[in-house]
């Protein structure tokens, strides 16, 4: 494996897409040394000085997305010159968009194919999960239409034949996940012989999964002269073997340790004496007004908290393994709309779960090992914006917590709290408990002074 990062290039020096036709894939067996422009800071770089093309920069304008990440900025230059790349970033540094847009910009402008073929698409993303899949394709699906290029989604828990309609129709770009795509590619209706560019998103948690096997039958069936991308937070667990066997001459990108976090994240260990103590906690941090996410190691409980927070007038939805696709969709839906603030989850929702401005992440149930942890955590304080992350410690827990925390290299003091405590309600904001009284109180004190002016007599 050979791992490449250029920074000596000359300034004035520029990239050039490899050619199309038959050359093209010889010369990516055998790649040629880009000289790229010396890395400018981010906040002095663009899309555009980047080489994104003006359709892709114009979808991104039109989205509000003006100034790339650090991700975006190393990885944009080689990504879009046709090569191999290994993409290491924390959770919510903009990996998806770091590989939506060669991938669109490539397939539609250089490796345009001429007319969509049924089942035969050109581009090929693959992620662990059904939430996953859908918000990659949220975000890839304006880009590729700059060019004309249709998107669809591959995954299982519901009916297949929305997806093999899609495909017969004809699609450019299918963004799956592993176990229904090889289900549909047995029964013949799509074929990857035509595919130009693979993405491995998430690949360390389709290994956790045990998606490995299915992804490298899968990945076989691309054609071995393919760019591809992958993508992932950590690279063990058996991703360096798919590193190994299907990139050539890869070029490394490591923007942050795979154990890092955010900087504009705030961690808290709130410890409780019992489990009434963590109950009474548990409602407090649930009542503020803003998002918040609230992890539980079970389906069992997480459903059941979410339907005892909403009995307590906190509107809350679940998701978990154990709903339907329709029922994960509604959910989602409703906390990213606002109607329901606060999402009660397990370590599904850890990975593929990006909805903006959630203020607080709580593990209510601390993780069994670090890497959860970490993607747990990176719910909140994405794409630059500041958030916390509060774990409930049970005097059984502590030992295991600490373990835990130090192999995330996370380090924070434990304090002793109650649902009042000082550090509770700062997290709580106008939604706690005792404010929402005073404020009511205030309220009503209000409408009594409005009666007496207008002469209306209260009780």
Do not use: W
Request: glycine share 8%; with cysteine.
């Amino acid at each position: 494996m050979i791992l490449v990062r250029r920074t000596d290039a000359p300034t004035g020096a520029f990239a050039t897409l490899p050619p199309t036709g038959p050359n093209r894939r010889r010369m990516r067996r055998n790649p040629v040394r880009c000289a790229l422009p010396r890395k400018a800071p981010v906040t002095d770089t663009t899309f555009s000085t980047l080489g994104v093309p003006a359709p892709i920069v114009a979808a991104l304008t039109a989205d509000g997305k003006t100034t790339p990440f650090p991700i975006q900025v190393d990885t944009l230059p080689d990504t879009l010159a046709g090569r191999d790349v290994l993409g290491r970033g924390k959770t919510g540094s903009g990996k998806t968009l770091a590989f939506s847009i060669p991938m669109a910009a490539r397939l539609g402008g250089s490796l345009a194919g001429g007319k969509r073929r049924p089942g035969r698409p050109l581009g090929l993303v693959l992620a662990p999960t059904r939430e996953l899949a859908t918000q990659i394709d949220a975000v890839l699906a304006p880009l590729a239409a700059a060019y004309g290029m249709k998107t669809t989604t591959i995954f299982g828990g519901i009916n297949q034949k929305r997806q093999v309609d899609a495909l017969r129709a004809g699609v450019d770009i299918v963004v799956a996940c592993p176990g229904r795509l090889e289900d549909l590619m047995k029964q013949g209706f799509v074929t990857l012989d035509a595919v130009e560019i693979t993405v491995l998103d998430e690949a360390d948690h389709m290994a956790d999964l045990g998606f490995l096997p299915v992804v490298t039958r899968i990945m076989d069936k691309t054609p071995q002269g393919g760019q591809r991308l992958l993508f992932s937070a950590t690279l063990d667990n058996g991703v360096d073997k798919l590193v190994k066997r299907f990139l050539q001459n890869e070029v490394l990108h490591s923007v942050d340790e795979a154990t890092s976090h955010v900087a504009a994240m705030t961690h808290h260990v709130f410890e409780v004496e019992d489990v009434d103590a963590k109950n009474d906690l548990v409602k407090a941090l649930a009542s503020g007004t803003g998002r918040r996410i609230l992890f539980m190691r079970t389906k069992h409980h997480a459903k059941k908290l979410a339907k005892k927070l909403t009995d307590q007038g906190i509107p809350a939805v679940d998701l978990h393994g154990n709903l339907s696709q329709p029922q994960r969709d509604r959910n989602l839906a409703a906390f990213s709309d606002g109607s329901a603030r606060v999402l009660v989850a397990t370590d599904v929702a850890a990975r593929g779960v990006h909805v903006d401005n959630v203020e607080l992440v709580i593990h209510v149930d601390p993780p069994m090992e670090h890497k959860a942890y970490l993607h747990r955590s990176g719910r909140t304080a994405r794409a630059g914006s500041e958030g916390d992350v509060v774990t409930i410690c049970l005097p059984a827990q502590k030992q295991d917590l600490k373990t835990l925390l130090r192999k995330a290299a996370i380090t924070v003091t434990p304090e002793r709290v109650t649902a009042n405590s000082p550090s509770v309600t700062s997290l709580v904001g106008d939604g706690c408990p005792e404010r929402l009284a005073r404020h009511r109180g205030e309220e009503r004190h209000r409408e009594r002074d409005d009666g007496v002016h207008r002469g209306i007599r209260h009780p």
